[in-house]
């Protein structure tokens, strides 16, 4: 076993349901193994989670809440510095895992856990920010306010691609909101969220905290449903396919829950005539090959003005010859694995699609079978953007080139597709780039200048509109989604007047 393994609390079989601090004793008889994609072999079991469990973790998670929504907001916070610092101490093996068990670079897995370190630093700082408003009553003698209340048990469904880091920014923000969590991470990568709920045990215990504010579930599709369908668990934050949060949203909408929903990605790039072109085509690459494609803010489109085409479309060749791909253990690797073989065969499926609409094949896609695990080539692809394959996400490397001879074509191609996640423009002239950022730009719920569509921050507000599912997690106010709102009127005077001038004898 890795040394890293061991360090983060990952024995060969290991229990999957926990609600805080120790994991329960089961009987269940349903394992899902973990399998390393950078070579297919096991890494450990995971017992799912029963459905006696599940209520077990619930009813804690209830029982929780109404100690930790009394505790004061800053306390709260102070105990997500202090998983902030947990995580710091255990960065490079977490990261390993993180690159281990999904296949992104060992850089991106460090990242990923950088990204939870800064979101618990933002939720402690939000410790103390919570506002509501003040308003002017129009009854003489009445103070009228606005507050903010926890909503109870919060359930964050997370994807493979970032294993750890979306649920944190779930978590995190929920908790110094006052709410508790149960976490149902993917079956891909089920040692990721028990390895993150192994270092916030370490935190709850040394603060003699209860069980129950932050929970963790286990196991496929029927365990989600669990989740979605319970009407103890006020809001659900999903992350996944449109397919799965339209599912969701129907399952949360029937009992009229909250969602959060961020879904898939069909993101472009905009290249200009008057970009830089050094910059964009070191964005592209990265947005393009980066987690192998795995990234909802990945890129998947490049619409190029006919002017400079041709140079874009060389120049990328020539550097997509020269990507190491391999180990994402390996410091010189660029490109890892796709997460397992239904990935790799989906790819393939896309770059045939490709071909039999009427595209090409420029560069890539080959699968390298010489290669143990689930390694392919990075493609590029000439295509056209109705392309019924353009205009469905393919989680894998593979780009898109696109040609437009002015900006309105250039924006219209890029709004026309179902999903508005990220969205960039590289360009140097003023007015391209404020015609991209206004009402008449971009559709997406990010959208950028002279930087690629990937490695949003978390200080923003990250979601998208259309078909990615509105959605908005992490930084600015998304924290409000997390609560409920309270309007609040005193009478502080010695009469009752109505509002809108009525009059009521009696």
């Known amino acids: 076993m890795k040394d890293f393994l061991s360090t983060l609390g990952i024995e060969k079989i290991n229990a999957g349901t926990s609600t805080g601090q120790d994991y329960l004793k089961t009987d269940s008889s349903e394992i899902i193994t973990s399998f390393t994609p950078t070579d297919g072999t096991e890494i450990a079991r995971v017992v799912c989670t029963t459905r006696s469990e599940y209520d077990a973790v619930v009813e804690k998670s209830q029982e929780a809440f109404n100690e930790w929504r009394m505790m004061p907001a800053p306390q709260r916070g102070e105990i997500v510095r202090q998983i902030g610092l947990k995580l710091r101490e255990y960065k490079e093996p977490l990261g390993k895992l993180v690159s281990y068990e999904m296949g992104k670079i060992y850089q991106e897995g460090l990242g990923e856990v950088q990204e939870m370190i800064d979101i618990c630093d933002f939720a402690v700082g939000l410790s103390r920010q919570l506002y509501g408003l003040t308003m002017h009553s129009e009854r003489p003698q009445h103070r009228m306010y606005e507050q903010w209340h926890p909503l109870g048990p919060v359930g964050v469904i997370s994807a493979f691609n970032f294993p750890v880091a979306v649920y944190s920014w779930n978590a995190m923000i929920a908790a110094v909101c006052g709410d508790t969590v149960i976490w149902k991470g993917s079956e891909k990568t089920p040692l990721c969220g028990i390895a993150v709920q192994n270092i916030v045990a370490e935190v709850l215990k040394e603060n003699n905290l209860p069980e129950g504010i932050f929970g963790l579930i286990t196991g496929g599709r029927e365990v989600g449903e669990w989740l979605t369908s319970d009407d103890r668990i006020p809001l659900i934050s999903a992350t996944g396919s449109i397919r799965m949060g339209k599912q969701v949203a129907q399952v949360v909408g029937a009992r009229l829950g ?236 010695d009469e009752l007047p109505l509002a809108q001038g009525i009059e009521f004898d009696v």
Request: aromatic content about 6%; charged content about 25%; proline content about 2%.
């Open 258 to 493: 909250k969602t959060i929903l961020e879904l898939g990605g069909n993101n472009a790039i905009i290249i200009s005539k008057d970009a830089d072109l050094e910059m964009a085509i070191r964005a592209v690459v990265f947005g393009a090959v980066g987690t192998a494609g795995q990234r909802c803010t990945s890129t998947r489109r490049l619409i190029i003005h006919e002017s400079v085409y041709e140079e874009i479309k060389q120049r990328l060749l020539t550097i997509y010859k020269s990507i190491r791909i391999g180990d994402p253990l390996d410091s010189k690797t660029l490109v890892g694995p796709l997460i397992d073989q239904d990935a790799v065969d989906m790819m393939q499926k896309a770059l045939e699609k490709v071909k039999a609409e009427g595209g090409s094949i420029v560069s890539g896609g080959r699968v390298l079978e010489n290669m143990e695990g689930h390694y392919v080539e990075p493609a590029i692809c000439e295509v056209e953007n109705h392309y019924e394959i353009v205009q469905d996400e393919t989680f894998a490397p593979i780009l898109y080139l696109i040609k437009y001879k002015t900006l309105d074509e250039a924006i219209a191609y890029h709004n026309g597709v179902r999903q508005g996640l990220s969205s960039s423009m590289f360009t140097l002239n003023m007015r391209e780039a404020e015609t991209f950022l206004s009402h008449k730009g971009s559709d997406c719920g990010i959208a950028n200048i002279n930087i690629g569509t990937s490695g949003a921050e978390i200080g923003g507000a990250f979601g998208g509109e259309k078909e990615t599912g509105g959605g908005r997690e992490s930084g600015s106010d998304a924290w409000k989604a997390y609560m409920r709102r309270q309007t609040n009127t005193i009478n502080w005077g």
